[in-house]
């Protein structure tokens, strides 16, 4: 968005310095919007948000109830490929005017194509990127980041719950909303697709490279890449590739609440497709659970609880491989893991290399981090 959201709510005493950094923390290491990060968090309720947005912005706000039930004759003015190149839903045609549901209403790019395709006047509204997602989900079928769907699901649960004149809650922990005690997703259509870390504005997300007849890493090319990265996906393209080119098999996976969920996995230089739909949850016993409970690697065979198994078959590798799981730990907690796999001798002569190597990752996550806050505020 164009305008400088923390400032204007730092402004508004809507939320302290404080919370600003946590949510700039947040926004960076799970890849989604400041004001979504703030929602999340609990600073600030989706309902103000978008209320402060339309009093600053000067157009109307789009409620819950709105964006839920929309006629299909309005959905139909707007195609589908420019609803997601744009990520906007039309909610009401009077006419020659239709009023366009938009996180970000001063894209006056986006306005004038809208307008030059339906051939209507555009009358730009405000809504909140979570209830965005939401909609554009279940309206047109474009599938949604995996974060912003649990978020809603969470703030549909808080409404439904909660009484009228509800405060906004200090932070807290979020649990995935619409869960199972067998771990089963309910009521919620959960994407393949899972982008990792957050980029930096302008910065767009690069596929993982393919790694046949590309020159190899070095530590040292590989440090000089980390340091330069512009986005998440460079770190993680450059780190999977390494991993890829050194070990049978290679990845790395986000801890997101009670979840370890596969980014970018390669085996014999081939990208591992089926990881980025692989959720393990951290409840139940893992390896992934160990790691984020003691933040200590953990090396060798695992033991065959239903989360492993599942871990095991979408590497691809049997139970008496040996794996290597190393956490990636920033702002004292968690964030990630690296999963790599060979023989035990190979793993314990590695490990002080891999470590040194994580370490790096994490700064390099910590240097976005700091980008972000000096462009966002």
């Known amino acids: 968005m164009a305008i400088k959201l923390g400032e204007l709510l730092l402004s508004e005493k809507l939320i302290t310095p404080e919370q600003l950094d946590d949510a700039?923390?947040?926004q960076t290491i799970f890849g989604i919007k400041l004001g979504s990060a703030l929602i999340e968090l609990g600073?600030?309720?989706?309902?103000?948000?978008?209320?402060?947005?339309?009093?600053k912005l000067g157009v109307p706000a789009v409620s819950p109830r709105i964006m839920a039930s929309i006629p299909q004759g309005v959905l139909a003015l707007v195609p589908v490929e420019l609803a997601a190149k744009y990520r906007v839903v039309p909610i009401r045609a009077d006419g020659k005017k239709l009023a366009l549901a938009m996180a970000d209403p001063t894209d006056f790019k986006a306005i004038d194509e809208v307008a030059f395709v339906t051939g209507c006047v555009i009358l730009p509204h405000i809504v909140p990127d979570v209830r965005l997602t939401s909609a554009l989900s279940k309206h047109y079928q474009i599938r949604g980041d995996i974060r912003y769907i649990?978020?809603?699901?969470?703030?549909?649960?808080?409404?439904r719950n909660a009484p009228v004149s509800e405060a906004v809650k200090k932070a807290e922990k979020i649990e995935i909303p619409m869960m199972s005690d067998s771990?089963?997703?309910?009521?919620?259509e959960i994407p393949l697709e899972f982008e990792g870390f957050a980029n930096l504005p302008g910065n767009e997300e690069e596929l993982l490279p393919e790694m046949d007849g590309v020159e190899r890493y070095s530590v040292d090319r590989l440090s000089i890449e980390f340091a330069s990265a512009k986005n998440r996906d460079q770190i993680a393209n450059v780190f999977i590739k390494y991993l890829g080119?050194?070990?049978t098999v290679g990845a790395l996976f986000i801890i997101r609440n009670n979840m370890a969920v596969g980014w970018r996995g390669i085996a014999a230089g081939t990208r591992i497709d089926a990881l980025e739909s692989l959720s393990?949850?951290?409840g139940k016993p893992s390896v992934m659970r160990d790691v984020l409970e003691t933040r200590q690697f953990a090396m060798g065979t695992l033991?065959?609880?239903?989360?492993n198994v599942q871990l095991l078959k979408t590497l691809g590798v049997n139970a008496a491989t040996p794996l290597l799981v190393l956490p990636i730990v920033m702002l004292n907690k968690v964030v990630a893991a690296v999963v790599v796999s060979?023989?035990?001798?190979?793993?314990?002569?590695?490990l002080n290399e891999l470590q040194k190597l994580v370490y790096k990752a994490s700064l390099a996550f910590e240097m976005l981090i700091i980008k972000n806050k000096i462009l966002m505020t």
């Open 150 to 159: 649990k978020i809603e699901g969470e703030l549909a649960n808080r409404r």
């Open 43 to 55: 600073y600030i309720s989706d309902e103000q948000l978008c209320r402060f947005l339309s009093r």
């Open 342 to 350: 060979a023989d035990m001798d190979a793993l314990g002569k590695r």
């Open 280 to 282: 393990i949850l951290l």
């Open 245 to 247: 080119q050194e070990f």
């Open 24 to 26: 700039l923390k947040n």
């Open 303 to 307: 033991v065959q609880t239903a989360e």
């Open 183 to 188: 771990g089963e997703l309910l009521n919620i």
